[in-house]
């Protein structure tokens, strides 16, 4: 299967600072999708982007597919975002493989 | 909007009960597929499904099994409930030809 890898694995921030999560991909990238795992377990679609950038509010991604990566950005954290992030890519199979996560934490 | 539902937020069950995780989704989506989730592990796709009465097996099927009778409903079945099943299970869906996943709020089931 795919090899997704998140980095960093851990994070700390200051409420009001801003991050980059990556996602790297060890095959080509056509459904990516990013997702926030709240405290309490569930996961949230963030953003469905296989190419391209989008933005929704105080966060947006950046797919570079040739290169097969992915960049998540969050400005001006707030203890909400604090959770885990997952990337997610589909393989020729129709399965989604996982990154590890990374896991946010944003202290006021 | 999509709302994928499971059946219990939380789950006590003992080695050996037969134990049966549902999971809806209202959104007429063709693909359904279960998931556990174990620290240090992340997200392993254990069965999907991409249309009614078809099943493939994902990662880790070994000791569960699957049921989809119906296209908005997709069963997970422990037949025999080991402690090593302890764990987290999300249940996902999504539509073609996006592929866009959609998750619901996640089953923690204990065996003791």
């Known amino acids: 299967g795919i090899q997704v890898e998140q980095s960093p694995p851990d994070l700390i921030l200051q409420e009001g600072a801003n991050s980059t999560l990556r996602c790297n991909f060890s095959?080509?990238?056509?459904?990516l999708q990013w997702f926030h795992q709240n405290p309490w377990g569930q996961l949230i679609n963030l953003f469905y982007?296989?190419?391209g950038t989008k933005q929704n509010g105080r966060l947006s991604a950046t797919t570079v597919a040739t290169e097969r990566y992915s960049l998540l950005y969050i400005s001006s954290s707030q203890t909400t975002d604090s959770g885990v992030y997952f990337c997610a890519e589909l393989n020729t199979g129709n399965q989604f493989y996982f990154g590890t996560g990374t896991s946010l934490t944003v202290i006021p | 909007d999509v709302k994928v539902t499971q059946s219990s937020r939380y789950l006590v069950k003992r080695t050996g009960e037969k134990v049966f995780l549902e999971c809806v989704q209202d959104m007429d989506h063709e693909n359904m597929f279960w998931y556990r989730q174990d620290p240090g592990l992340g997200l392993r796709l254990i069965y999907f499904?991409?249309?009614?009465?078809?099943?493939e097996k994902g990662d880790i099927p070994e000791g569960y099994s699957v049921s989809r009778e119906k296209k908005e409903r997709f069963s997970l079945i422990l037949e025999s409930a080991s402690t090593n099943q302890t764990s987290m299970y999300l249940c996902?869906?999504?539509?073609?030809?996006?592929?866009?996943?959609?998750f619901g709020p996640g089953t923690r089931l204990t065996v003791t």
């Open positions: 996902a869906s999504s539509w073609l030809p996006s592929y866009e996943q959609y």
């Open positions: 982007i296989p190419s």
């Open positions: 499904s991409y249309d009614v009465k078809m099943k």
């Open positions: 095959d080509s990238v056509n459904n």
